[in-house]
């Protein structure tokens, strides 16, 4: 096995190697994306490749070869699926849905399979007790990780945005790991922040190299194994800790699905009204001269990153603590959701003043 700081500048490197390469022919792999910027959530103004997926695999596989451990191979072979289906819809036509919905249990399937666990506790004892239950257990389990799997690609919305979404939370979840002694979960974390931390080179601010679907979803897959191993070896860890890591795109999805049914809107249908999509329109509003939207995109992303890195500094902080966990579940929800009004009053009141 090779040095821990030598596994982690090979992984650096091969996931640099390829986005270069991917940079070099960008008008080869711009041309899949030009249905894209028409679409209804999109926040770019011309076709940008999006295999960005391909050098994340690249990294994550390279760190899996070098490193020795088995979780690794185990995971990214169950991720396989849903990588797939997303490249498909990175380079082809669009999907539709319910087979992305269904490849993404499928991976979950697999996992539960391979991996031989699947989640029996959320620490409601009445809920517990059901899970319990083989069939209510890996039904909840295909539900939790399918679920993630489509958070991650929610919530990829601005330059860089993803990036410090997934660093955030396997960097959380890696200190956890190494807290309980976890070698393999503290490998697989820690690699996968150095695969995120090359591509944020290339996607932020500019955003030349998009995630794609292949690398949102299959770095989901790849978030909710993490935390479901983790909670399955330590019965010490809360898992309100664990939701609250995940908090920023479990809630974010939560409250875009909850919005999109209260006005009628199909819940499948994309939008440009996520809390990162109205604070950076806020700021493109509110800024005392025009600004573009290649300005106000990375500004709006980088304004976002401590809203979603404060549930996972509290969630490493609270691990073995319920009350504490949960009590900050409660109050960053509600924090989100007023913080999410004020946002939308802020904006047309300026907006109102300028017309």
């Known amino acids: 096995m090779l040095p821990f700081f030598t596994v982690l500048g090979l992984v650096f490197l091969s996931t ?14 711009s041309k899949y994306s030009k249905r894209h910027v028409y679409a209804r959530q999109s926040s770019h103004s011309k ?28 995971i990214l072979w169950t991720t396989l699926p849903i990588f797939l289906v997303g490249l498909f819809e990175d380079l082809g036509p669009d999907t539709p849905p319910t087979i992305r919905l269904s490849v993404a249990a499928l991976s979950a399937i697999l996992a539960i399979l391979v991996l031989n666990t699947f989640i029996d506790r959320v620490g409601v004892q009445v809920i517990d007790t059901f899970l319990s239950i083989t069939i209510f ?13 489509h958070a991650i690609n929610l919530i990829d919305g601005l330059n860089g945005l993803s990036s410090a979404v997934v660093i955030s939370i396997m960097g959380s979840f890696g200190l956890v790991a190494y807290t309980f002694g976890h070698e393999d979960l503290f490998m697989l974390n820690a690699v996968v ?8 080179l290339l996607n932020f601010p500019n955003g030349k190299i998009f995630l794609g679907d292949a690398g949102a979803y299959s770095i989901g897959h790849i978030i909710a194994w993490n935390a479901i191993i983790l909670a399955e070896r330590e019965p010490d860890i809360s898992p309100w800790a664990i939701l609250l890591i995940l908090l920023w795109p479990v809630f974010d999805t939560l409250f875009a699905i909850i919005r999109r049914f209260s006005t009628g809107e199909s819940i499948s249908k994309p939008d440009r009204l996520h809390f990162h999509h109205m604070l950076m329109r806020l700021i493109r509003v509110s800024a005392p001269t025009k600004i573009t939207t290649k300005k106000s995109n990375p500004i709006g992303s980088l304004a976002t990153w401590p809203f979603l890195m404060t549930p996972c500094i509290l ?20 924090f989100y959701i ?6 939308i009053d802020r904006a047309l009141r300026i907006r109102r003043l300028f017309n």
């Open 193 to 200: 922040c150095v695969a995120f931390i090359g591509f944020l």
């Open 137 to 149: 257990g890996v039904a909840f389990t295909i539900f939790a990780s399918t679920g993630m799997t």
């Open 16 to 29: 640099l190697f390829v986005l270069l390469v991917i940079n070099t022919n960008r008008k080869k792999f």
């Open 47 to 74: 076709p940008t490749p999006r295999v960005g997926g391909l050098a994340i695999a690249t990294g994550i596989l390279s760190g899996a070869l070098l490193s020795g451990y088995d979780i690794f191979a185990l």
């Open 315 to 334: 969630g490493c902080v609270f691990i073995d603590n319920p009350k504490y966990a949960l009590l900050s579940i409660g109050l960053l929800c509600t």
């Open 338 to 343: 007023i913080t999410y009004r004020l946002l």
